[in-house]
């Protein structure tokens, strides 16, 4: 009996490293991981020109309209 559980924890460990992920899906998933943390910091520095954007035109639509009172 002593055998037979020893078999089993062998087969268990044996199974358990199998079903681990390969070397291959692990570099497709750190490739896959820099394409997103890229694709993010993309969108967060397209959002930051559209900020940046949107605050010089408010300013020179405000510098536009003092001047127009100034006048």
């Given at each position: 009996?002593?055998?037979?559980?020893?078999?089993?924890?062998?087969?268990?460990?044996?199974?358990?490293?199998?079903?681990?992920?390969?070397?291959?899906?692990?570099?497709?998933?750190?490739?896959?991981?820099?394409?997103?943390i890229?694709?993010?910091?993309?969108?967060?520095?397209?959002?930051?020109?559209?900020?940046?954007?949107?605050?010089?035109?408010?300013?020179?639509?405000?510098?536009?309209?003092?001047?127009?009172?100034?006048?």
């Amino acid at each position: 009996m002593k055998i037979f559980a020893q078999i089993l924890v062998v087969a268990g460990l044996a199974t358990f490293v199998a079903c681990g992920p390969s070397a291959e899906q692990l570099a497709e998933q750190a490739r896959l991981d820099s394409i997103r943390i890229a694709d993010s910091i993309a969108l967060v520095e397209a959002e930051a020109v559209r900020i940046q954007d949107s605050i010089n035109a408010a300013l020179a639509a405000d510098t536009t309209a003092t001047e127009l009172v100034v006048e």
